[in-house]
């Protein structure tokens, strides 16, 4: 069986998810039987595209399409006739796009193909939940991901629970949570010995993670420490003195020293898929707080892997809780613990086989 993966947004925890995937695709054992081609865009910041063919499998295929993030008619065109190309030569019998730009453009090089494949699409977070856009632009994100659906078909795999729930409204739906390689992440823990309580997200810098408000919360406790381990275009927003930003870390067995040197991890996205920097720091043992939404309450159990919140002025209790070293390391005991339930990469890249296999 051939298969091909198709994504434009290959940058942060979809990175980690992709290279994950080759690595579990790319096994001896399973390549056997599944030829995996990955094809994707290597234009995000937080990428070295020099690195990916060093640090994928190489029991997979990877083929390098130049797609951008924006909606550029001539060159999504362009896009989309190259991945024409591609297909053909390679005549998979399944076809998963990731995100939403590779959900469009895959579909349509889909069509082109003239003969029937098994098409699956994972959102990784929908764009009609952007809360940086219009409501009219939020409902042309849904009529483009509704029509597209009643057209070409195919199986949404929803990364997440709620995810779901909203994949079910569109289409045939059917869930394979996000996962993590546990292990390769918990060779990197240790206690930490922090002074300060040290609070830290690690994201992108833009409109999707709240810059402006993790400036705020920083501002609200000037006696702890903030870092966010990531750089991107609304650096300018975060000007609390308490706050250090990594800038961009490519190295990572660097970015997960820095993760493992916090107390708390926060994540405050306003939309989300499921995300993978949250599993990373709950294998890490770490209590999370994050914004209740989408994604973050499919990952954090309340008041025993960590916190949800909806205004920052529940921040105070929170902290006041977790200022406690002991019970920050008995809700990163469930944390780590919930991971192994839910969130193993092996265990969920074995079901997302077996759909394949159907």
């Not at 951008?68 to 991945?83: C, H, M, N, T």
């Not at 300060?196 to 000037?222: S, V, W, Y």
Request: proline content about 3%; hydrophobic content about 40%; charged content about 25%.
């Amino acid at each position: 069986m051939k298969v091909v993966h198709i994504i434009e947004a290959l940058g942060g925890g979809v990175y980690t998810y992709f290279r994950d995937l080759s690595t579990f695709f790319g096994d001896d054992e399973i390549n056997k039987n599944i030829e995996t081609t990955i094809v994707y865009s290597g234009n995000r910041k937080e990428i070295d595209a020099q690195k990916i063919k060093s640090e994928f499998s190489n029991g997979v295929n990877l083929i390098q399409v130049n797609m951008v993030r924006e909606f550029s008619p001539i060159q999504d065109l362009k896009s989309a006739y190259q991945l024409v190309k591609e297909l053909k030569k390679i005549n998979p019998d399944v076809i998963h796009l990731h995100s939403s730009k590779a959900g469009v453009l895959g579909r349509v090089a889909y069509f082109f193909l003239f003969s029937k494949k098994k098409l699956f699409y994972t959102p990784h977070g929908y764009s009609f939940l952007r809360t940086d856009t219009s409501k009219t632009v939020r409902k042309i994100y849904w009529f483009i991901e509704k029509s597209f659906q009643v057209l070409f078909g195919g199986t949404i795999v929803a990364c997440g629970d709620t995810e779901l729930e909203i994949a079910k409204k569109i289409g045939d739906s059917r869930l394979v949570r996000n996962g993590i390689d546990i292990a390769n992440v918990q060779e990197h823990f240790a206690p930490d010995q922090n002074e300060k309580l040290t609070i830290g997200i690690m994201a992108r810098i833009t409109a999707a993670r709240n810059p402006e408000q993790f400036n705020q919360i920083a501002l609200k406790f000037p006696d702890f420490n903030f870092v966010w381990i990531g750089d991107g275009e609304l650096r300018p927003l975060i000007t609390a003195p308490n706050i250090r930003i990594t800038g961009w870390i490519l190295d990572r067995k660097t970015v997960l020293k820095e993760l493992n040197n916090i107390d708390i991890y926060m994540q405050i996205s306003l939309w989300e898929g499921l995300p993978i920097a949250v599993l990373e720091a709950m294998a890490l043992q770490k209590p999370v707080i994050a914004t209740n939404i989408i994604g973050n309450k499919d990952a954090v159990l309340h008041n025993k892997t960590g916190f949800l919140f909806t205004d920052v002025s529940e921040l105070e209790s929170f902290f006041e809780i977790l200022k406690d070293p002991k019970t920050r390391s008995e809700f990163g005991e469930n944390a780590l613990a919930r991971c192994h339930d839910l969130f193993d990469k092996n265990q969920n890249f074995k079901q997302l086989l077996a759909l394949y296999q159907e």
